[in-house]
């Protein structure tokens, strides 16, 4: 199985501000997602992060306000810009096999608090 | 209507009961069925994937997948304390390059 490791664990931000959250798996995987997960709510997927190209964003997600890097395969960034405390969340990376559901691993999550 | 539905509980049992969880889905096209288990302050971790209707079982786990009824549900026998957590059903389609799906969880407390 993948080993997924994200930073930084947790962060408290003011509003107006910008925070990078940065994913690194340690095996060849094929396919990076990037996840919010609201307090006691379920895992939406905000975007795939494609290596070398632009990230494909899901409805409701933008590239202005969750910029997305992947410049190699076994590394990701998420940018939470302008935050407001609606972006108070839980975000998680995951890293699979294209094609191979089961493959789909997650890393600890980054839970971000804004003021 | 949300594509996945599941029953957020929270759901507390003594130990050694046998636990059912549960999701409803809405899509027909969904063709692979997980759970995933989640601890507190942890990423969700696989438990269970099948890919076909009918049961899978794994130790005190059984994955179980109704197609016609657009249903699913994990069981655990024999609950132990460590089996807390919240438990989310996932699914995804072949077309979907390995987007999933996720219900909202299901919070459990096995009572010692």
């Known amino acids: 199985s993948a080993v997924i490791s994200q930073k930084p664990s947790r962060d408290i931000c003011q509003r107006g501000t910008s925070l990078t959250i940065q994913c690194q798996v340690d095996?060849?995987?094929?396919?990076m997602f990037w996840y919010r997960q609201q307090p006691g709510q379920s895992l939406t997927l905000i975007a795939t992060?494609?290596?070398?190209?632009?990230?494909?964003?899901e409805s409701g997600f933008v590239i202005d306000k969750f910029p997305i890097s992947r410049p190699n395969l076994t590394f990701s960034t998420l940018t939470v810009s302008n935050m407001s405390p609606e972006d108070s969340s839980i975000y998680l990376c995951?890293?699979?096999?294209?094609?191979?559901?089961?493959?789909?691993?997650f890393g600890p999550g980054t839970r971000l608090l804004v003021l | 209507q949300k594509e996945v539905e599941q029953d957020p509980g929270p759901l507390s049992v003594p130990e050694g009961a046998i636990v059912s969880l549960n999701c409803t889905y809405s899509?027909?096209?969904?063709?692979?069925f997980m759970w995933y288990r989640q601890y507190s302050r942890k990423g969700p971790e696989l438990l269970m994937y099948?890919?076909?209707?009918g049961n899978k079982e794994d130790g005190r786990f059984t994955a179980q997948v109704d197609k016609s009824s657009k249903y699913i549900s994990l069981f655990i026998r024999d609950s132990q304390p460590s089996d807390s957590a919240t438990y989310l059903c996932?699914?995804?389609?072949?077309?979907?390059?390995?987007?999933?799906?996720f219900g909202s969880g299901t919070r459990l407390s096995i009572r010692p």
């Open positions: 995951s890293g699979g096999l294209a094609g191979v559901q089961e493959t789909q691993y």
């Open positions: 095996s060849q995987v094929t396919m």
């Open positions: 992060a494609n290596q070398g190209s632009e990230a494909t964003y």
């Open positions: 899509n027909s096209a969904f063709q692979y």
């Open positions: 099948t890919y076909s209707s």
């Open positions: 996932a699914m995804s389609d072949p077309s979907s390059a390995s987007k999933i799906i």
